[in-house]
């Protein structure tokens, strides 16, 4: 009996030894994006909501986020 389980202790540790060798390398094709520069946040003069300063509808000082709080003008 010590016999089967001295032939099963050193099949378990070649086993454990083969596996940690067995590494995956890492995927060099894999890249994270580029992240975006931060962009400035205005809020809409009407509702107050926040949208970046490219997408705001901008009469003179004021910023908005629709044609329709535009045309209804500051709150």
Same mark, same amino acid.
């Given at each position: 009996?010590?016999?089967?389980? =001295?032939? =099963?202790?050193?099949? &378990?540790?070649?086993? /454990? /030894? !083969?596996? *940690? $060798?067995?590494?995956? #390398? #890492? /995927? $060099?094709?894999?890249?994270? #994006?580029?992240? $975006?520069?931060? $962009?400035?946040? !205005?809020? %809409? &003069?009407? %509702?107050?909501?926040?949208?970046?300063?490219? +997408?705001? =509808?901008?009469?003179? @000082? +004021?910023?908005? %986020?629709? &044609? &329709?709080? @535009? +045309?209804? *003008?500051?709150?």
């Amino acid at each position: 009996m010590t016999k089967y389980l =001295l032939i =099963l202790a050193v099949i &378990a540790v070649v086993y /454990a /030894a !083969v596996r *940690g $060798q067995r590494k995956v #390398p #890492p /995927a $060099q094709g894999r890249r994270r #994006p580029a992240q $975006q520069p931060p $962009q400035q946040m !205005v809020a %809409c &003069a009407h %509702c107050g909501v926040h949208l970046p300063r490219e +997408d705001a =509808l901008m009469l003179g @000082r +004021d910023a908005y %986020c629709c &044609a &329709a709080h @535009r +045309d209804k *003008g500051p709150a």
